[in-house]
């Protein structure tokens, strides 16, 4: 084999019988200009053959002469210490060799070499192993016809579990995150439990990711269009951010208008079509409709200017959600906005006003920007069993400043344990629906 850079060994492999063992007898080629270095070896041709349909097809097409006892491999130098591995495993089903990089180098020669039983047995070694970032990265940068075998796939999806549940909180490692190749940012933005404000802050997160890694403009539309784009939930981005999306110069114009209709078309569908959707996707590698753990919760809201500035503003927690928030938790919607002013709704289990006994509340609160005051009428409603209609719990008006509150501390009148019940009459297919209306005084 001529020299090259990795340069190359041939090795010679002898067939004799069924007995196997190495031969002392190895031959070395100092010729530079062709081998580096040839070993003989004794093997078993029908061992091989049994495990390898690449050494099945090697006999069989290489050896057409009955008398033929000899066949060659060409390999690199590099190869050759995981190829004596892969060959002794085949006789033994067991490997000597226990470090990550060896596990590595002899599930790539045995992906080459297409030996099945031993890309499996790297692949559990290598999960056996103490999982980290380096290995995670390691294991998904792997050549892609590995990372395509039935025997890697439970390696790579240890691994990307591994990194979707090491940097689900993205804003506490947001630097670690930014720095991420391409594999490991894909594999924390597949995952439903990221814990993210919104689906407009992992929007925002991938452009920066983006911006960082490929400057040109040219290449990063292409990776927004052809992998990182499919990762960003967009029909659970906000209407003010879709509009943003439209005039984003880093998305080709043709599919930030496919994506945008796509996401607005699935907040018009009716919430059993939508969950029918999400259910479609469960186990898809992109799940566009699938909701994540928001911190804070979207909302749908229908506007009014006319006859007077209006907004209703509907938001749904689960059964869980709810339990979570036990003793004295609470958590927030997305914001929305009426007049130019963005408000959010916060659920709270929180004490009676006479602190005798924990219950569910729900306040309204006007997001902190200069200060403007704000005259509002609202009103409080829940879906109720048994009609499973909205039906209205609280009324207020409240002048509201930036940074101010207001609400009712128990909105339904009952205890939390009453409220949390198998028989609550609030909890309809396990989901709390809320509604609250907010109109401008005049």
């Given at each position: 084999?001529?020299?090259?850079?990795?340069?190359?060994?041939?090795?010679?492999?002898?067939?004799?019988?069924d007995?196997?063992?190495?031969?002392?007898?190895?031959?070395?080629?100092?010729?530079?200009?062709?081998?580096?270095?040839?070993?003989?070896?004794?093997?078993?041709?029908?061992?091989?053959?049994?495990k390898?349909?690449?050494?099945?097809?090697?006999?069989?097409?290489?050896?057409?002469?009955?008398?033929?006892?000899?066949?060659?491999?060409?390999?690199?130098?590099?190869?050759?210490?995981?190829?004596m591995?892969?060959?002794?495993?085949?006789?033994?089903?067991?490997?000597?060799?226990t470090?990550?990089?060896?596990?590595?180098?002899?599930?790539?020669a045995?992906?080459?070499?297409?030996?099945a039983?031993?890309?499996?047995?790297?692949?559990?070694?290598?999960?056996?192993?103490?999982?980290?970032?380096?290995?995670?990265?390691?294991?998904?940068?792997?050549?892609?016809?590995?990372?395509?075998?039935?025997a890697?796939?439970?390696?790579?999806?240890?691994?990307?579990?591994?990194?979707?549940?090491?940097?689900?909180?993205?804003?506490?490692?947001?630097?670690?995150?930014?720095?991420?190749?391409l594999?490991?940012?894909?594999?924390?933005?597949?995952?439903?439990?990221?814990?993210?404000?919104?689906?407009?802050?992992?929007?925002?997160?991938?452009?920066?990711?983006?911006?960082i890694?490929?400057?040109?403009?040219?290449?990063?539309?292409?990776?927004?269009?052809?992998?990182?784009?499919?990762?960003?939930?967009?029909?659970?981005?906000?209407?003010?951010?879709?509009?943003?999306?439209?005039?984003?110069?880093?998305?080709?114009?043709?599919?930030?208008?496919?994506?945008?209709?796509?996401?607005?078309?699935?907040?018009?569908?009716?919430?059993?079509?939508?969950?029918?959707?999400?259910?479609?996707?469960?186990?898809?590698?992109?799940?566009?409709?699938?909701?994540?753990?928001y911190?804070?919760?979207?909302?749908?809201?229908?506007?009014?200017?006319?006859?007077?500035?209006?907004c209703?503003?509907?938001?749904?927690?689960?059964?869980?959600?709810?339990?979570?928030?036990?003793?004295?938790?609470?958590?927030?919607?997305?914001?929305?906005?009426?007049?130019?002013?963005?408000?959010?709704?916060?659920?709270?289990?929180?004490?009676?006003?006479?602190?005798?006994?924990?219950?569910?509340?729900?306040?309204?609160?006007?997001?902190?920007?200069g200060?403007?005051?704000?005259?509002?009428?609202?009103?409080?409603?829940?879906?109720?069993k048994?009609?499973?209609?909205?039906?209205?719990?609280y009324?207020?008006?409240?002048?509201?400043?930036?940074?101010?509150?207001?609400?009712?501390?128990?909105?339904?009148?009952?205890?939390?344990?009453?409220?949390m019940?198998?028989?609550?009459?609030?909890?309809?297919?396990?989901?709390?629906?809320?509604?609250?209306?907010?109109?401008?005084?005049?």
């Open positions: 084999m001529i020299e090259e850079s990795p340069p190359g060994v041939g090795i010679n492999l002898s067939q004799h019988g007995e196997a063992g190495h031969s002392s007898d190895s031959s070395w080629g100092m010729d530079c200009s062709t081998v580096l270095k040839v070993k003989t070896l004794h093997i078993s041709s029908p061992i091989l053959a049994a390898s349909p690449f050494f099945y097809k090697l006999f069989s097409n290489g050896m057409r002469e009955s008398e033929q006892r000899h066949v060659t491999l060409r390999i690199h130098a590099s190869e050759e210490a995981a190829l591995d892969l060959l002794n495993f085949m006789y033994s089903n067991t490997l000597s060799t470090t990550p990089t060896a596990l590595l180098d002899v599930l790539m045995a992906d080459k070499f297409e030996v039983s031993c890309m499996r047995y790297c692949s559990r070694m290598l999960r056996n192993l103490p999982m980290t970032c380096e290995s995670a990265l390691l294991y998904l940068d792997l050549p892609s016809s590995v990372l395509m075998a039935e890697v796939q439970p390696l790579t999806d240890a691994a990307k579990q591994y990194l979707a549940a090491r940097y689900k909180d993205v804003t506490k490692f947001q630097e670690e995150v930014l720095n991420l190749p594999a490991g940012i894909e594999a924390v933005l597949s995952s439903d439990d990221l814990q993210v404000a919104s689906e407009d802050a992992v929007y925002d997160f991938v452009l920066k990711w983006a911006r890694h490929y400057p040109k403009l040219e290449d990063r539309r292409e990776i927004l269009g052809s992998r990182l784009g499919r990762l960003i939930r967009f029909p659970y981005m906000t209407c003010r951010k879709l509009k943003k999306v439209l005039t984003c110069n880093d998305f080709d114009t043709e599919l930030a208008s496919k994506v945008v209709l796509e996401a607005l078309f699935f907040k018009a569908e009716a919430p059993y079509r939508q969950r029918s959707l999400a259910a479609e996707e469960a186990s898809s590698s992109y799940r566009r409709f699938v909701e994540r753990a911190k804070y919760r979207p909302v749908k809201v229908v506007e009014f200017e006319l006859p007077r500035q209006q209703v503003v509907y938001l749904d927690l689960k059964r869980e959600e709810c339990l979570n928030l036990f003793p004295a938790g609470r958590v927030y919607s997305q914001a929305f906005h009426l007049g130019g002013q963005g408000f959010f709704l916060s659920a709270h289990c929180n004490m009676d006003q006479q602190s005798s006994f924990h219950c569910f509340g729900l306040f309204l609160g006007m997001q902190e920007k200060s403007v005051t704000f005259a509002v009428d609202y009103e409080f409603a829940a879906r109720s048994p009609t499973e209609e909205y039906v209205s719990k009324k207020g008006n409240y002048t509201f400043t930036g940074g101010k509150a207001v609400g009712y501390r128990n909105l339904f009148g009952i205890a939390w344990t009453a409220f019940a198998d028989d609550s009459h609030y909890f309809i297919n396990g989901i709390l629906h809320l509604r609250a209306e907010l109109t401008i005084r005049q």
